[in-house]
């Protein structure tokens, strides 16, 4: 299993850029497709975006595409989330995960990180 590690969670104004980190550890990260969730107060966790093991393919929730862009480096072991003009309703606890399965298995997610706290001030 891959042990996951995120950072670069924070407090931004409204319409400011945040850029999330997600550091693996165990030889396999390159079999993984990883993916970005999350979940605000009071609410499930939900799909924010993946990318498939080779970073070729990469998937969004609609209420983040054309914002956030997902990538990865796997020779350093490192899924980021660029997140741009971000509104108050973006504020939540945001997690790395992992999964053998395809990137858009959203269901198949099985291994999280503990989660970074994104706030966005208005």
């Known amino acids: 299993q891959v042990q996951l590690v995120e950072s670069g969670g924070g407090l931004v104004q409204t319409g400011g850029s945040l850029r999330l980190s997600c550091a693996a550890s165990g030889r396999t990260f390159g079999s993984y497709s990883m993916g970005w969730f999350r979940q605000a107060p009071g609410k499930e966790r939900d799909f924010v975006a993946a990318?498939?093991?080779?970073?070729?393919?990469?998937y969004y929730a609609d209420s983040v595409k054309g914002r956030f862009t997902v990538s990865r480096d796997n020779a350093k072991q490192t899924v980021f989330l660029q997140m741009n003009n971000l509104p108050p309703e973006d504020t939540a606890v945001y997690y790395c995960?992992?999964?053998?399965?395809?990137?858009?298995?959203?269901?198949?997610?099985?291994?999280w990180g503990q989660g970074t706290q994104v706030t966005v001030s208005s």
């Open positions: 995960a992992a999964t053998l399965s395809t990137a858009s298995d959203v269901q198949s997610y099985n291994s």
């Open positions: 990318v498939s093991w080779t970073g070729r393919r990469t």
